[in-house]
């Protein structure tokens, strides 16, 4: 291991992350008002300006020391770089929100401290693993600066921090594909151009194009320019911060859910075809992509058996809702209103369609907005989107989860052995489209699928043991593991997390990182035969 070369390149992660910090400290320092020493001085901008200088000085001074030690590395050396790098810049991105939780704080102790900064540290990896699980409970008392930089996580970890650093500062050479590798998500990583810069390049300026049209349709719907840059950065990193307590419902508005219904669904397709329909015009990937069509499958039969589901039973009795575990109870009355709202959600064929449509595709592509509260839904449709945070969107897009080429490929393996069963002497190749695919590639991606489990059995056990409701606990699992955020019951589509134990938000954050950088990449950054030379 390169080790010398590991601190080069996270020193340059530093120095990216620090020249991004500017831009919510320019918003942070213009919605403070007094003179300069006053806002320099105030909770909304002295966490930026301390999280700047530590970044680009320390940053500046790793490239520095350790400049003369880059050179060619292996996998090893780009897994810990990718890993690492993700752990210290979410640490030193926790700096400005630990500097305003501490700020408003009634009494300083050691453990109000160490919760400030676990809630910290939880938000901000929760941002830049694009995962959206949030322990703010108010998140419309934080300052505008804040809340900006909590979004701009999303969009910088959606594509990913790495890939941003070849895109700006390409001075890994040849070797840079290594951390293209560990970085980028799906059992594939193809190149758009030979070399590794231009494909960054060419992947960043399709996800800010979409951004950037997302967020002019949003202001069409009468959202705000900082709210719409705000969503549009939740969507396309399929992350689902948003700037309000009951996420995307309580704008109301049909027409901004049908947009962020799109561009998700955008989000969650390999960004690759992005490419080839804008800038090739060519569509014969999306007419042969065997990926793309089990995608957009998936959802349409998800959306039928949600609406179908829901226009029969509509919303779950008052005392089943009562039932559900939540971390305050509701009384009658806000029950009552809580049905009412709901039942109003999907009380025309519209607006079921539109409420089945929106919440099958944030769950599939694991932004996990929220425009209506699903632990009032049927029992059978919360089973259906709990199985759905498994899938996850398409390999080369910034969805999380499990990938649906790799469930596409584990149903064909299965059918492939039924039938072998049948036919002992059969001998037909497992297929994607026309192209057969290898034991390598079938094992593979059946190691990932059977490691993936074993994560999650192993993790709901440990969080079952903190959280009182077993539901709960599973549902915490699953919706850090596979990067959606919002789950069932406790921490449901308009609850957060931040109830839970200290211990328990330490647990679900190694389950961020090891859902965003897709578990092969956390393993070996920290196995003791990679740290040897």
């Known amino acids: ?99 305003f939780f501490l700020s408003i704080l009634d009494e300083i102790t050691v453990l109000a401290v160490l919760r400030a900064f676990t809630d910290a540290f939880f938000e901000v990896m929760s941002g830049l693993t694009t995962t959206g699980a949030t322990i703010l409970v108010d998140i419309e008392a934080l300052p505008a600066g804040l809340l900006f930089w909590r979004s701009l996580t999303h969009w910088i970890g959606g594509m990913g921090i790495v890939t941003l650093a070849l895109a700006l500062l390409p001075v890994f050479g040849v070797s840079a594909y290594q951390l293209f590798r560990g970085e980028v998500p799906g059992p594939s990583k193809e190149r758009l151009k030979p070399r590794l810069a231009q494909t960054a390049i060419i992947l960043w300026g399709v996800y800010a194009l979409l951004t950037f049209g997302q967020t002019v349709l949003l202001m069409f ?60 015009r060519d569509l014969s990937m999306i007419r042969e992509n065997r990926e793309f069509h089990f995608y957009l499958g998936t959802i349409l039969v998800a959306t039928l058996f949600c609406a179908l589901i829901l226009g029969f039973q509509g919303i779950s009795p008052s005392d089943t809702i009562q039932r559900q575990f939540r971390s305050e109870t509701l009384s009658e009355q806000q029950l009552q209103t809580v049905r009412e709202v709901e039942t109003e959600r999907i009380n025309t064929p519209s607006r079921l369609i539109r409420q089945s449509l929106f919440q099958v595709i944030s769950i599939v592509t694991t932004t996990g907005f929220a425009g209506a509260d699903w632990d009032t839904w049927p029992d059978s449709v919360r089973l259906l989107l709990m199985v ?146």
């Open 221 to 280: 719907g009468n959202m705000s320019v900082f709210e719409a840059f705000c969503h549009a950065f939740g969507t396309m990193a399929t992350g689902g911060f948003s700037t309000r307590n009951v996420s995307v419902s309580a704008f109301g508005s049909a027409y901004i859910e049908w947009v962020i219904i799109v561009f998700m669904f955008l989000a969650g397709t390999n960004f690759l075809i992005h490419y080839k329909v804008i800038f090739g």
């Open 388 to 533: 759905l945070m498994f899938f996850g969107g398409s390999a080369g897009s910034t969805a999380g989860g499990i990938k649906m080429i790799r469930m596409l490929v584990l149903f064909k393996v299965a059918f492939h052995q039924a039938k072998i069963m049948i036919q002992p002497r059969l001998v037909s190749p497992v297929k994607i489209g026309n192209q057969a695919l290898s034991d390598s590639q079938m094992s593979g991606i059946v190691s990932f699928f059977i490691i993936f489990m074993l994560l999650f059995v192993f993790f709901s056990l440990v969080m079952s043991t903190m959280i009182p409701d077993f539901k709960t606990a599973v549902s915490t699992v699953v919706a850090t593991l596979g990067n959606i955020g919002p789950g069932l019951s406790g921490i449901g589509a308009f609850e957060n997390y931040s109830w839970i134990p200290l211990p328990g938000k330490w647990v679900l954050t190694l389950c961020m990182l090891l859902g965003r950088l897709e578990i092969y990449t956390v393993l070996i950054a920290f196995s003791r035969i990679s740290w040897r030379r």
């Open 1 to 99: 291991m390169n080790f010398r070369f590991v601190v080069f390149a996270v020193g340059k992660l530093l120095q990216v992350q620090g020249l991004i910090f500017l831009i919510p400290a320019v918003i942070a320092w213009f919605e403070t008002a007094g003179p300069v020493t006053e806002r320099l001085l105030s909770p909304e901008f002295f966490g930026f300006f301390i999280a700047i200088l530590f970044s680009l000085s320390v940053g500046t001074v790793l490239v520095a020391l350790f400049a003369r030690d880059r050179g060619e590395i292996d996998v090893r050396e780009g897994f810990a770089i990718v890993t690492l790098g993700w752990i210290v810049l979410a640490l030193v991105g926790a700096i400005p929100l630990f500097n």
